[in-house]
């Protein structure tokens, strides 16, 4: 059974955007997965296709209707086994590891908010996963949902051409990636470094991890708070 992702949104033209080209395109052309945007505006019941109202307490902006997105859910989601998600700045931090549990499922539920956020109840009472890409703001989840489905949709069986390049990443491991280097042998003055031409795959995997390590130690030393080889904690 594909993947299928059906996306909340109150703009469905924003999808499936880039992922209906490169890899995740021709997976998508090919059933490996499936996108389905769906407009909250057609769930609202007035004339004037009201979405949005004042936030109660009063404050600046608009909130998301807890009726209209409830219906909108409840309609593509009825008796659906799928994770809800909605993409939000106060969400917990996407990890390699939730992208590969949702890579692993039948599929994705995603809620685009907009405004200045979603009605409670509606997340209480729809049981909705609050996800965040980021420690900033965005205009709307459009953004950051695509952004998830691209990190699910590129390691699900077949997208890829070469599985292998989906296990040795940034983050697979619990490390920043190693460096990366190809021909010309010399580029301005600067050799790429004679390990990775000594045709010693032994040394060459121990100087990998080590600039792996090397680099998350410099740019993310929080990611080196738990080894991923042993699980105990380093001493800080």
Known sequence: MSFR??????????????LGVSLAGKALERGQW?????????FAEDKHRTVDDTP??????????????????????ADDDRPRLL????GRPLTQERVREL???????????RFEGVDQRVIDTRNLEEVSIGDYILSGGEPAALVLLDAVVRILPGVMGNELSGMHESFEGGLLE???????QVFEGHEIPAVLTS??????????????????????PDLLKRDPKSGNRFSE
């Open 56 to 77: 109660a307490g009063g404050g600046a902006g608009m909130v998301l209707k807890a009726d209209v997105l409830a219906r909108a859910i409840d309609r593509v989601a």
């Open 5 to 18: 992702a059906t996306v909340l949104t109150l703009y469905p033209e924003m999808f499936p955007g880039h």
């Open 199 to 220: 045709g010693n795959h032994g040394a060459i995997a121990k100087w990998r991890e080590a600039e792996a390590r090397k680099l998350t130690a410099e740019r993310r």
């Open 178 to 184: 190693h460096p990366h280097y190809t021909r010309p």
């Open 103 to 113: 890579a692993g499922g039948a599929g994705v539920v995603i809620v685009c908010g």
């Open 87 to 90: 993409m939000s700045p106060r």
């Open 34 to 42: 499936s996108m389905e945007a769906v407009q909250i505006r057609d």
